[in-house]
């Protein structure tokens, strides 16, 4: 079982940045891949971003195009904690962010653990 609270949202003008965090508990982190999703009304959950525990003891990441360059996810295993740093925001970054873990696709089914997700709202 893993616990997942993010936080960090809000609203940020575009060209602004904000930085999400995603703080992890009951289980161990270090070795769980996770990423980051986001919905928007009337549309499904998609895939941002990933970090994957691979069997070289290292991290892949993996971002979907239109947030790459702009983006950067990371990790801070003594503190289990995510973040996604977004810089550059655009409107259309607009959306309920969400932490997930478990998972090792883009596949929102693929990940068991979610948070509860923050609000970015990015104005034009």
């Known amino acids: 079982q893993m616990t997942l609270v993010e936080s960090g949202g809000g609203l940020v003008q575009a060209g602004g940045s904000l930085r999400l965090s995603c703080a992890a508990s009951?289980?161990?982190?270090?070795?769980?891949?996770m990423g980051w999703f986001r919905q928007t009304p009337g549309k499904e959950r998609e895939f941002v971003a990933a970090?994957?525990?691979?069997?070289?003891?290292?991290?892949?990441?993996d971002y979907r195009d239109s947030v790459k360059g702009r983006f950067t996810i990371s990790r801070d295993n003594p503190k289990n904690t995510m973040y996604l740093q977004m810089n550059s925001l655009k409107p259309e970054d607009t959306a309920i962010y969400y932490c997930?873990?478990?998972?090792?696709?883009?596949?929102?089914?693929?990940?068991?653990?979610w948070g509860q997700g923050t609000q970015v709202t990015v104005s034009s």
């Open positions: 997930a873990a478990g998972g090792v696709t883009r596949l929102v089914d693929d990940y068991p653990y």
């Open positions: 009951g289980r161990t982190f270090r070795s769980t891949s």
């Open positions: 970090t994957r525990w691979t069997a070289y003891l290292t991290y892949l990441t």
